[in-house]
């Protein structure tokens, strides 16, 4: 049986004629059904929501694996947010919306929705995706991320109805939506070297989301938060930063690290952060892969010190891009996304 709030919400929106709001909620009842596994009654809900003649409530037709399979994939979560080392402001505030959502019943009584909208910006490599993966996780809801390769277009309005395709389908179900890169379709739209067309799929991106009912949580993450258009920062109702991680953030990164391999590292963790500072943990996770292949390899004489004190030598001469190849790659970058907006098509960073 559906909850009172929403039953609340039903008679509400029939009696003042608010259709945006009788969708939702019907919407809201279909996700509650589906995600207790009534998937005939979630479909029948959602098919009794018909379109008269006089044009009003929307059918949701029902869309196939055919249409969708090339749109998204679709990911269990297995990380948590205790694998993760993030700054305090961060996990706060995603504790916070973890607990909204888990306690939507009781905001709705006092006519609130929960949020459910977040934008990620930080440097590549510092944990936006695992985030991501972690909210879901703890939201017990599968993660969508989307296939920009899928959803961008060759031919004019072609990405716009793949993202409407999309939003029709997540938006009646309990999930997770996460766009990675999301610079490469949330451009913005006051660039003179933007087409027509691109301005229409972030109209078209940004209206869908404002569609979306509060039980389907997005979240987006960017390298590049200045590319974004001014109106998309706005739809957020979080926005946090992943920096560089700190000396701090590294050394309890590898305490966790010294923990999981269950001996001595030869090293203090504060050693190991100081001389690994600047780097992402995407790259001092790949640091710490490397030590355990040389070890394992090295067995029944493996010596863990000298092998991080060779790795460490091996990482420091590693060859680094200069801040003029650095800015030389990242106009290169703009060039290449200016390309896919004139024609319409291409791949995403």
């Not at 249409?67 to 996990?91: A, G, K």
């Not at 029944?300 to 650095?326: F, G, N, T, V």
Request: glycine fraction near 6%; aromatic fraction near 6%.
């Amino acid at each position: 049986m559906a909850r009172s709030d929403l039953l609340l919400s039903l008679v509400r929106a029939g009696a003042t004629g608010n259709e945006m709001l009788f969708r939702k909620t019907v919407e809201a009842m279909a996700a509650e059904e589906r995600a207790k596994q009534h998937h005939i009654l979630a479909d029948r809900l959602l098919e009794n929501m018909r379109t008269p003649s006089n044009g009003h409530l929307q059918t949701k037709q029902h869309l196939s694996d055919e249409r969708l399979q090339n749109l998204f994939y679709e990911i269990t979560p297995r990380r948590s947010l205790r694998d993760l080392i993030l700054p305090e402001h961060v996990l706060n505030a995603c504790k916070e919306l973890i607990e909204e959502q888990h306690r939507m019943e009781l905001l709705r009584t006092y006519n609130l929705e929960p949020r459910h909208r977040l934008l990620l910006v930080g440097p590549p490599g510092n944990g936006k995706t695992a985030l991501a993966e972690a909210l879901a996780e703890a939201l017990m809801v599968p993660l969508i991320q989307v296939r920009y390769e899928g959803v961008i277009g060759s031919y004019l309005g072609e990405t716009s109805q793949r993202l409407k395709r999309l939003f029709e389908y997540i938006r009646n179900r309990r999930c997770l939506v996460f766009f990675d890169e999301f610079d490469a379709i949330g451009k913005e739209r006051g660039d003179n070297h933007e087409t027509g067309e691109i301005k229409r799929v972030v109209s078209t991106l940004l209206m869908q989301i404002d569609d979306l009912p509060s039980h389907v949580v997005v979240v987006t993450a960017t390298n590049h938060a200045e590319l974004l258009d001014r109106a998309v920062w706005r739809r957020f109702q979080l926005r946090l930063s992943l920096p560089t991680p700190t000396r701090k953030a590294l050394e309890e990164w590898f305490q966790r690290f010294e923990a999981r391999m269950g001996k001595p590292l030869g090293f203090a963790p504060r050693t190991l952060a100081e001389k690994l500072r600047g780097l992402s943990f995407a790259e001092v996770e790949e640091f710490c892969a490397d030590v355990q292949r040389r070890y394992v390899l090295s067995l029944p004489q493996a010596d863990m010190k000298s092998i991080i004190a060779e790795r460490l030598k091996q990482w420091k001469s590693r060859y680094c891009p200069s801040a003029d190849e650095i800015g030389a790659m990242e106009d290169g970058d703009k060039a290449t996304a200016a390309d896919f907006s004139q024609s319409g098509t291409g791949q995403p960073r």
